[in-house]
């Protein structure tokens, strides 16, 4: 990781091929026994040689814009018929992207949004496949912000609701009433909330069929989290234990059934690499200001996450208690407050672990910061899957 932070300069997004393919793998292997297809999230890392490696390994992708549909069809053309496109805010123009580039599934999130798929469809003359993802009001226990199960939350249609309006659909000839949706949230530990939004999914699915539809897709949606401690982690353990819970919420029910996962694939195959700038010292706290910001990593600032920090010369003494910050101006720019690391000077490496999900696709350009570069890592070799943004191009869109 030092030489090629020396290659690439830094911040440098640092990501393992292998371990993706790894993740991949275990759910291909834990549901095996079962018809499915695994739409990682595009979301969690929405890089270009990333999706193209996991379309290779036969994934499917969720969606939630134009712009990763675009992404889509870049990696990898065949995959688009494997894309289910979710979001409360679809947009004609996207729906009509979408409906084109035959996607396998709408997972419609309200009965305006249905409306506008008709019309769409009809007005393309595309048959338009969808699911309802309905909101089964099951509590999650994760960050709030990333809570999306409960009745409270803009997210999906209120399963109560959910038979009225499909029975309404089958009326209109250009909607296929095909599957059903759900995502309870991300970053969720324990598995029996995935088994009781299922539970409540299949049992629904059992009323639209004795309603007269042809139901063939249920969509568990996304949302395994992952350990950001330094502890152990069993990832092949974690994915058994989810598809013993949602083997357990589908029982006997039979239709294709797809994933969403993002985070679980991505995240631990990613560190942030960056350069301490300075150490300061300010009243009682010891600041380590590094090259990276929360414009390249928000998930501190925007959870109060935690990413193990590691100095890649793994340099023995002391270790000090320190708040990792960026040069951001905002308070809230830190990667860790009162921090035991051990005592690091300008011109350190250190990296931030558990990167690889929500770090790269939520990085922005606040503080007129170009965006970091992204390197993979593939057996011995190693390649640029993109390039630092230059000032030229964070610049090239704006008249003055
Ligand atoms: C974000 C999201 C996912 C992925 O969630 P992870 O926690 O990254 O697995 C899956 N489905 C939908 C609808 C989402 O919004």
Known sequence: MASLAE???????VYSGEQIDERFGLFQAAFHDRP??????????????????????????????????????????????RVVFSGVGKQVWEIDAALDAEILLFNVESVSELELLAERAKALGKRARFALRVNP?????????????????????????????????????????????VHIGSQIRKVDPFAAALERVT???????????????????????????AGEFDPAHQVEKYATALEKGLGGE???????????????????????LYVKKNGAKTFVITDAAMNDLIRPSLYHAHHEIVPLKQARGVSVKVDVVGPVCESGDFFARDRELVRVKPGDLVALLDAGAYGMSLASNYNTRPR??????????????????SLREMLAGEQA
């Open 203 to 229: 049992a629904l699915i059992a009323e639209l069929r004795r309603d007269g539809h042809d139901i063939r897709y249920v969509d568990a949606g996304g949302g395994l989290g992952i350990d950001y401690g």
């Open 36 to 81: 499915h297809t695994v739409c990682y999230a595009v979301k969690a890392n929405s890089s270009l040689a990333i999706m193209r490696r996991l379309a290779k390994l036969g994934a499917g992708f969720d969606i939630v814009s134009g712009g990763e549909l675009e992404r889509v069809r870049k990696a990898s053309r065949a995959a688009l018929k």
């Open 137 to 181: 009001d099951v509590f999650a226990e994760t960050h709030p912000y990333i809570s999306t199960g409960l009745s409270e939350h803009k997210f999906g249609i209120d399963i109560k609701q959910a038979r009225a309006i499909y029975k309404r659909a089958a009326r209109l000839k250009w909607l296929d009433a095909a599957g059903v949706s």
């Open 7 to 13: 290659a690439h300069g830094t911040p440098l997004y």
């Open 372 to 389: 970091p570069a992204e390197v993979m890592v593939e057996g011995a070799e190693s390649r640029l899957i993109r390039r630092r943004e």
């Open 254 to 276: 039979t239709a294709h059934l797809l994933l969403e996962p993002g985070r679980f694939i991505v995240a631990q195959a990613g560190a942030l690499v960056t350069r301490v």
